[in-house]
């Protein structure tokens, strides 16, 4: 368990909450050099800190639309470039377009209510 002060775990937090910035600036925040802090993460975290940010950066967008946020709001929110950018992650990272991603909550959540077929 990481201690509420280590850095690594600073770090972890300020790329969920994606405040950090880049890898350079988050290992900077914390007091380290980069070098460390993607040592570091590779043995604790499993993932690089990058792949790390990439997917904390995909939850949020997630969280996001399940809360029926739109997506170019999502996207420039988030940080992507635009609107496609983000829709190329999203496939690339969730293995579906959001159109689809959406379609299969909708019906999940109509499955839920006792409106699916089941």
């Known amino acids: 368990a990481l201690d509420a002060r280590d850095p690594l775990r600073l770090a972890v937090d300020r790329m969920t909450d994606g405040v950090g910035g880049s890898v350079a600036d988050v ?20 993932l690089s800190p990058k792949a790390f940010a990439r997917v904390a950066r995909f939850q949020r967008v997630v969280r996001g639309l ?9 996207a420039l929110d988030a940080g992507y470039a635009d609107q496609p950018h983000l829709a190329r992650e999203f496939k690339e990272l969730a293995g579906v377009t959001v159109t689809a991603w959406r379609a299969e909550q909708h019906g999940l959540n109509d499955a839920l209510a006792g409106g699916g077929a089941g």
Do not use: K, Q, S
Request: net charge positive; proline share 0%; hydrophobic share 40%.
């Open 66 to 74: 399940e809360g029926g946020a739109r997506l170019v709001d999502l």
């Open 27 to 46: 290992a900077a925040g914390v007091g380290w050099t980069r070098r460390r802090l993607e040592r570091r993460f590779r043995a604790e975290v499993g």
